[in-house]
């Protein structure tokens, strides 16, 4: 059993004090800091990833707030537009952001025609990775862009079992996907995972997905268990800490 503290790789906090924007009609309901910290305490996590949705937007201010409650051990992964400079870029960086993400399945995200300029631009400067919400299906189409990136990481095991095998590729380049949202995938999670980890064990990275909006199924503590007790104690480390860490770098 892995019996260190868990980092969340993937979670959302919702705050109605700032900027939302429906998505596709939806407007999720608030899930502070505080409603977060009590479900995560129960798990043992202790760091993590906060998660800038569709309907946030390029909103900077949500993810600031949350980074500064919930303290150094947690980083963000954010929306910016193309335009966003570079100071900016770095004010983001000093603040805990360590990625840029591209919202292609739901969009509210800068579109995956900059996706190359800005992945590169993010990753020179501050060394900032790119995070992909995309349905495997459509990995073709990205593909040749996504290896020219120097770090990416792909949401909710790729989503889609007829585009699963496109995501495998990516993984052999150095990708990292994150076992995140169980209940969004169509496919076995668990055997997807062992195919990922048999290819890296480096590449897969756990969180919990709260407050997990539009889920078929939210999160439960039984999708934690499903790494725990089907892997050795080394890859469950790794899935459920030791990868995340050093991709996020977080600042405590």
Avoid at 10 to 17: E, G
Avoid at 44 to 67: M, T
Avoid at 129 to 141: A, F, I, K, T
Avoid at 172 to 187: H, I, L, P
Wanted: charged letters at 20%.
């Amino acid at each position: 059993m892995f019996d260190k503290p868990i980092f969340d790789a993937h979670l959302h906090i919702i705050d109605h004090r700032f900027p939302l924007q429906p998505n596709q009609g939806f407007l999720p309901s608030d899930f502070s800091v505080a409603d977060y910290q009590q479900q995560a305490a129960a798990l043992n996590i202790q760091g993590g990833a906060v998660v800038s949705g569709s309907f946030q937007g390029f909103d900077q201010g949500y993810l600031l707030e949350a980074l500064k409650q919930l303290g150094p051990g947690y980083v963000g992964v954010t929306q910016i537009p193309a335009s966003t400079s570079d100071e900016e870029i770095i004010a983001l960086h000093e603040a805990g952001v360590r990625a840029v993400r591209f919202n292609v399945q739901r969009g509210g995200s800068e579109s995956v025609k900059h996706l190359e300029q800005l992945g590169l631009r993010v990753y020179d400067l501050v060394k900032w990775h790119v995070e992909l919400y995309v349905d495997s299906r459509q990995l073709p189409g990205l593909s040749t862009t996504l290896h020219k990136l120097p770090a990416v990481v792909i949401d909710h095991l790729g989503l889609s079992k007829a585009g699963f095998k496109y995501l495998l590729p990516l993984v052999e380049k150095g990708a990292r996907v994150k076992a995140t949202g169980f209940s969004r995938c169509d496919f076995d999670v668990l055997t997807a995972m062992r195919q990922i980890t048999a290819i890296n064990a480096g590449a897969l990275l756990f969180g919990t997905d709260l407050p997990s909006t539009r889920a078929p199924r939210p999160f439960a503590a039984s999708d934690l268990q499903l790494i725990l007790q089907n892997f050795p104690a080394d890859i469950a480390a790794k899935i459920c800490r030791e990868n995340a860490l050093g991709l996020y770098q977080p600042r405590g």
